[in-house]
């Protein structure tokens, strides 16, 4: 599905309605509400953080966190006291002398995207792959941990 007609965004908060006084005042306001419902979420202390999704099987958790145009160079993964930390940072692309920004909607800079780790993972046999943007990282669970069946008691 298309959500652009022209350059105006499917989604904008404000149709546009022609020139007028607060055309670049509702130019920016589009701007800055289509980078909020970008890929990338912004956080007041926590910098750029990426988009996660999380599916579990029956012998892990898996991890999927959205990082276009990063290389597995740029990304850093630590686990700490059961706590699965993403970090790194998008650099801006230099600019030439030939070659000069005119607009900037892509996000830069450094993020980090931490997530606790269940119970029933085992943080030593975390894996992790990059391919096509997305960094998938694959954390499997201890033998046994499947949930049992505890018989209850009477009290005597």
Not at 99 to 105: F, H, L, T
Request: glycine share 8%; hydrophobic share 35%; net charge neutral.
């Amino acid at each position: 599905m298309n959500n652009h007609v022209g350059s105006e965004s499917f989604l904008a908060p404000f149709p546009r309605s022609g020139g007028g006084v607060f055309t670049p005042v509702q130019r920016e306001l589009d701007r800055i509400f289509d980078q909020l419902s970008r890929g990338w979420t912004s956080g007041a202390l926590s910098g750029l953080s990426p988009c996660m999704d999380v599916t579990e099987t029956k012998g892990a958790i898996e991890y999927a966190f959205e990082l276009p145009g990063m290389t597995q160079g740029d990304v850093k993964i630590t686990v700490e006291d059961d706590v699965l930390t993403i970090s790194g940072e998008k650099k801006l692309e230099k600019e030439t002398k030939d070659r000069q920004r005119r607009v900037i909607e892509r996000s830069y800079g450094a993020f980090e995207r931490s997530v606790s780790l269940p119970a029933s993972v085992d943080p030593a046999k975390i894996k992790a792959v990059m391919a096509d943007g997305v960094l998938r990282v694959t954390a499997p669970k201890h033998a046994g941990a499947e949930p049992k069946t505890i018989e209850i008691q009477s009290a005597k």
